[in-house]
């Protein structure tokens, strides 16, 4: 810590602790939205369900209806407009959260940099 300080950069562990506490907050959302994530299962299983739910309902009140015309009304119900929200919501989350994290590396990166210059310049005026 205490080249560090001289670098005049963070210490290492604080960074450290910074990334950690940002990873916590962007596992989940890395698990729904980032390779190999749910989301696009999610979204989907969300819009079986309102079918199902307005094919019941034309049923119930005997009234025929197209799967395409199923489709069109569950794309437009409000419950699937607002999980589509909740979903860019979260995805933008999950960008912010992963840009933080990439500031944190930066961070990383320049005081290794800033280090191993001071310590070169130390050697050349020790020299």
């Known amino acids: 810590m205490e080249t560090e300080l001289r670098a005049g950069v963070q210490p290492l562990e604080e960074l450290l602790d910074e990334h950690r506490h940002v990873r916590r907050k962007v596992v ?3 698990a729904k939205y980032g390779p190999g994530g749910v989301a696009e299962h999610l979204r989907k299983a969300e819009l ?3 079918v199902e739910y307005l094919r019941a309902m034309a049923a119930s009140e ?3 209806t197209t799967e395409a015309a199923l489709d069109a009304a569950a794309h437009s119900h409000k419950q699937y407009l607002d999980f589509i929200a909740e979903m860019t919501r979260e995805r933008a989350e999950y960008f912010e959260l992963n840009a933080q994290l990439q ?3 930066w961070k ?3 005081g290794q940099a ?3 210059y001071s ?3 130390l ?3 020790g020299a």
Do not use: Y
Request: hydrophobic share 45%.
């Open 103 to 105: 500031e944190v590396e």
């Open 48 to 50: 079986a369900r309102i």
């Open 114 to 116: 800033m280090i191993r």
């Open 28 to 30: 989940a959302l890395w």
């Open 108 to 110: 990383v990166n320049r």
């Open 123 to 125: 050697q050349g005026a």
């Open 62 to 64: 005997e009234r025929k």
């Open 119 to 121: 310590t070169v310049e």
